[in-house]
């Protein structure tokens, strides 16, 4: 499985950026797709996750009611759409894949096999 995070930029607070993570190779019949955040010096951040196939998604409290995680029909692209930004938002934006295993959703970096080159997002104040 490859992905492929795009969509990064330099933004202002309140401003809006849609990341892209496009999947390729082997693609699970049914997985989990995350995206996850790391700034500088801290460790890297669940940040919303979604089944494939099913499309339940989970957030964390950081990105509820900010961002939403969703796919393309094909399902072969997730988004991240961020819309009133902050400057804490800025890290670097990772895209991850593991297959289901029955639970609802994973949080954690180390429970990832698949994980994109990361892309960065700056919120200036």
């Known amino acids: 499985v490859q992905l492929q995070a795009s969509g990064g930029g330099l933004v202002q607070a309140g401003d809006s950026l849609r990341l892209s993570c496009a999947t390729s190779g082997r693609v699970f019949r049914s997985s989990y797709m995350a995206w996850f955040r790391q700034a500088p010096e801290k460790e890297r951040e669940f940040v919303a996750g979604?089944?494939?196939?099913?499309?339940?998604?989970f957030y964390a409290d950081s990105a509820k009611g900010r961002f939403t995680i969703s796919s393309d029909n094909a399902e072969n692209t997730v988004y991240l759409q961020m819309n009133s930004l902050k400057p804490e938002d800025t890290a670097v934006y990772y895209c991850a894949a593991r297959s289901l295993t029955g639970r609802d959703y994973y949080t954690r970096a180390e429970e990832y096999n698949y994980w994109g080159q990361g892309t960065q997002v700056t919120v200036s104040s």
């Open positions: 979604l089944r494939r196939g099913g499309g339940t998604s």
